[in-house]
């Protein structure tokens, strides 16, 4: 017999946990479960991330991604502020090299501004009032609404505020199968059904939407960043510095960050994880993810699809 809830959410990451918290406020009376394959919220992507709320002056202004961005940015700095949380509010400049750095600089600028963001162009002198040890070529970016968080206690704030309002979170039961419809079986051997069911599951979300039909077309190809910590107990730096991106790329270089209690990391890399779960060693190693993984870069490296050649190399 299966357990049937209104809205079944498959991984309690930040997705999954937002958008319950959002169904809870909207629906206060419908039933709401996530299920979650580890012991507790956030042991994947959302709490393996460098913790910074960005402003939304990277992605062109007219996207949905520079939109929520911008407004995901604030809605998070009230939620830690009314939860306690930690939260540091170390602002982020962004520095040019050369001359030819500076037109993607003023891009950066322009899409700011007509997202609704605060960021200006300021002048070296300028940056060295705001952060004395950056260094840039004639002009810089200064982005006061950018901050960092601690997301795994992010996570876990949100995990508790929806088990005290009656949404039901069970660990340790990941999906294992679809059997009809909403009805899906778990890792543990429960049956549960829904009238919605949600998938955000990570890393292994696009998999669990194959079983559903969607998909068809799309896998995820699983990278990883490293970084460096500074060690020392001086404070070197106080502010964010982030280098001008290629915008043709979806990374935003190595750069420094500010953790919520002062620590400065420098990265990320950006480096192929040959497993989707290859954080270090050989965690979590599979063998079919392996050679999945190698298989699906290989063609991209051979065919150059999206300039992923290029992308390597750097």
Known sequence: MAEHCDYLIIGAGIIGLAIARELHSRYPH???????KEPDVAYHSSGRNSGVLHAGFYYSADSLKAKFTRDGNLAMKDFCRQKGLKLNECMKVVVARDESELEPLYELDRRGKRN??????????????IEPNARTFKYALFSPATATVDPTELNKAIRDELVSSGVKIIFNQGYRRKMDGNTIETTGGNVFSADKLINTAGLYADKIARDFGYS?????????GIYLKYTKKDKPIRTNIYPVPNLKNPFLGVHYTITIDGT??????????????NYKGMDNFKASELGNVLGWESRLFLSNAFGFRGLAFD
């Open 30 to 36: 419908a039933s709401v479960t996530i299920l979650e």
């Open 264 to 277: 400065i990391k420098i990265g990320p890399t950006s480096i192929p994880a040959f497993w989707r779960e």
């Open 216 to 224: 068809g077309n799309y896998t995820i190809i699983p990278f990883k």
């Open 116 to 129: 609704g963001v605060d960021v200006k162009i300021v002048t070296e002198s300028e940056l060295k009032e």
